[in-house]
């Protein structure tokens, strides 16, 4: 079974940072490409950032330079590194796990406000 544990959300200013992690199933992480999605309030979920199992990396145009995705395959966890975070980055992040399948988190919420 595939169990996905979101941390690391809060309110942060403006020009914040913030880190997400994701703690994963051991037997799925060396398998499965990793990602964020984020949903805000009255849109639809969407991409942030996605990893592969040999690091390949992808962005959303909107968080391009400002977030980092990174994993730790020894530790079976996936980071999301925010910074220069702006009150449009404010929604509820999840984690989610792929191959073949989606698996989601429970979320985690990321205000960014002054």
């Known amino acids: 079974q595939v169990q996905l544990v979101e941390s690391g959300g809060g309110l942060v200013q403006p020009g914040g940072s913030l880190r997400l992690s994701c703690a994963t199933s051991?037997?799925?992480?060396?398998?499965?490409?990793m990602g964020w999605y984020r949903q805000a309030p009255g849109k639809q979920r969407e991409l942030v950032a996605i990893?592969?199992?040999?690091?390949?990396?992808n962005y959303a145009d909107s968080v391009k330079g400002r977030f980092t995705i990174a994993r730790d395959n020894a530790k079976n966890i996936v980071y999301l590194q925010m910074d220069s975070l702006k009150p449009e980055d404010t929604a509820v992040y999840y984690c989610?796990?792929?191959?073949?399948?989606?698996?989601w988190g429970q979320g985690t919420q990321v205000t960014v406000s002054s």
């Open positions: 990893i592969t199992t040999v690091g390949g990396r």
């Open positions: 989610n796990a792929f191959r073949g399948k989606h698996y």
């Open positions: 051991g037997n799925i992480f060396s398998i499965y490409t």
